[in-house]
């Protein structure tokens, strides 16, 4: 069956610290996955497809198929990347979605 | 242009008491999804329309219905609301292999 797995409820770090959010996934077929942010009491908004590889916010993230992960990074965060991030996957041709429970980040200065 | 449009945005309801939440997108979008936000659960689909005049269960369907109305708006009701429904509730909206546009949520409390 297919499973999203953030291991961290919370991740606490200082600005200008790295940060990495977990992201562990289970799927027999070609996996397609997302990040999501959601700032305070907004709306979700896409930060990253695998597909794209782009580097949005200073975020990236690498679709690693033999560990099963896609792993978001970024360097040095900032006080405005406190939020609570989702990973996805892709489960059907008809853009259903399965959520991990997600990961509060909290940067303090 | 508003993207995706959820009202209302906060409900209190009573047990038992019927409700619908309406959902409209203006990106002419084939693709709906109704999904619930619970503390440590992440999100989880309700219902999904793959395309105007169809809808399919998702992974927590029981509780509620759907209706895609037309192209744009794609409701979700509670015949008779219950305590566990409590949640913040998300529209969201996509086509082809673009990725979901989700709107800014419903808050509905069940007394």
């Known amino acids: 069956a297919q499973r999203v797995t953030q291991p961290e409820k919370l991740l606490s770090v200082f600005k200008g610290a790295p940060v990495e959010l977990k992201c562990n996934y289970s799927y027999s077929g070609s996996p397609e996955l997302f990040w999501y942010v959601q700032y305070s009491r907004q709306r979700l908004q896409l930060l990253l497809r695998h597909i794209s590889r782009e580097s949005i916010k200073g975020f990236t993230a690498d679709l690693n198929k033999g560990e099963t992960s896609f792993h978001l990074k970024k360097p040095f965060a900032q006080e405005e990347d406190s939020a609570m991030y989702y990973c996805a996957l892709l489960i059907n041709s008809w853009g259903k979605l399965q959520f991990g429970a997600g990961t509060q980040v909290v940067v303090t200065p | ?111």
């Not at chain 2, 992974?59 to 609301?81: D, Q």
């Not at chain 2, 086509?95 to 989700?102: I, K, L, S």
């Open chain 2, 1 to 111: 242009n508003a993207g995706v449009t959820q009202t209302p945005k906060f409900q209190v309801l009573k047990t038992g008491q019927s409700m619908t939440l309406q959902c409209a997108q203006d990106m002419n979008h084939n693709s709906m999804y109704w999904y619930r936000q619970d503390p440590g659960m992440g999100l989880r689909l309700i219902y999904y329309s793959a395309s105007e005049g169809t809808t399919d269960k998702g992974e927590v369907p029981n509780g509620y219905n759907v209706s895609r109305l037309n192209k744009r708006e794609f409701s979700l009701r509670l015949e008779s609301a219950a305590p566990s429904q409590t949640s913040v509730y998300f529209c969201a909206s996509k086509t082809g292999d673009q990725p979901q546009h989700f709107g800014d949520g419903t808050r509905l409390s069940i007394l």
